[in-house]
């Protein structure tokens, strides 16, 4: 799953945003197969059921990566010694409380400390500004309102060393090409002596993958149908999300989870403004890639992207990652 945002208000999406989202739901549910970004996943009630799965025996990802960031977080701000933290697609920042501790009580007050989450839900990020003012005092945090997914553009500079944190696996929601350039605009923030701590789920067992994304209480296909609700909140689209049903499988040629709606029977459905979608009985919408790595492929996306890997931890079993990167001159 992804935490890439696009948060819904009771209001509807903005007028740019709301452009912006007809033009790919548009593009989307014309290609083939069908998709739509699972950035749309999120309203407050996918947000919640999110929150659930994370707390899923069959969802190990964010265990395992706050392992790691549990027994090795002290030792990669000791390494890098960042005064900024700058974290993509920040949500709620619970594990980000694990680098900022580090990197307070490295500090000592000897140096300003400054957050800066990039999310590009203004009202969710003064929601996280507020709440980690009053739980840091001597902590400044920046938001920045962006979409990582096109642009990465810091509003002031930045105090050095930076570490940006890209965690929770997210990168796996993008494509080669995507993937690419998506650090590549990392890359291009960053100053010699700064760093990105990536998260990445590794290849296992087929088995453990699809129990991941097909959860025996149904809390994944719930939060797969969210954005449905999402689509017909915002957009005045008249999906019957009880209509479809959740297929996730695990393409091991690709090395990737794939998630998609799968119509239950045929089905005309209006977007306003957007197009009339008309769905045979079996057709499927896809809402979700999640790749997963070995060392090799992260080797090679670091450097597609001109970072090199200076630092691999991984959990106990394996299962999850943590890369340090640096920028190749």
Request: charged share 25%; proline share 4%; aromatic share 6%.
């Amino acid at each position: 799953m992804t935490s890439v945002k696009a948060t819904t208000s009771a209001a509807g999406a903005a007028p740019a945003r709301r452009r912006q989202m007809m033009s790919e739901v548009r593009e989307g549910l014309s290609r083939t197969p069908r998709e739509l970004s699972p950035k749309y996943f999120y309203d407050e009630r996918g947000s919640e059921l999110f929150e659930e799965i994370t707390r899923l025996p069959e969802y190990y990802l964010t265990r395992a990566e706050r392992e790691i960031l549990e027994s090795r977080a002290a030792d990669l701000i000791a390494e890098v010694r960042p005064v900024t933290l700058v974290e993509l697609g920040a949500g709620s920042a619970l594990k980000t409380r694990i680098l900022l501790d580090a990197m307070l009580g490295q500090s000592q007050g000897a140096q300003r400390v400054a957050y800066v989450p990039v999310d590009v839900s203004e009202d969710f990020l003064e929601q996280t500004r507020r709440a980690l003012a009053a739980e840091y005092t001597s902590l400044h945090v920046d938001p920045v309102v962006a979409d990582i997914t096109a642009s990465l553009d810091m509003p002031r500079a930045l105090d050095r060393p930076v570490l940006f944190a890209f965690l929770g696996s997210t990168i796996g929601n993008f494509d080669g090409a995507e993937a690419v350039a998506l650090l590549r605009r990392v890359r291009a923030q960053m100053h010699s002596g700064d760093r990105l701590l990536l998260g990445t789920d590794l290849r296992k067992d087929t088995r453990t993958l699809n129990a991941a994304y097909n959860d025996a209480t149904g809390v994944t296909a719930a939060f797969n149908r969210n954005m449905l609700r999402v689509l017909n909140a915002e957009l005045g689209a008249n999906f019957e999300p009880e209509r479809f049903a959740h297929y996730a499988f695990y393409n091991e040629q690709q090395h990737r989870i794939e998630m998609y709606l799968r119509a239950n029977g045929a089905q005309r459905v209006c977007i306003p403004g957007v197009m009339e979608l008309h769905l045979a009985d079996g057709e499927s919408i896809r809402t979700e890639l999640s790749h997963k790595y070995d060392r090799p492929s992260v080797d090679a996306l670091a450097e597609s992207a001109h970072l090199r890997v200076v630092g691999w931890h991984t959990d106990h079993a394996s299962r999850f990652a943590l890369s340090l990167l640096g920028p190749i001159p």
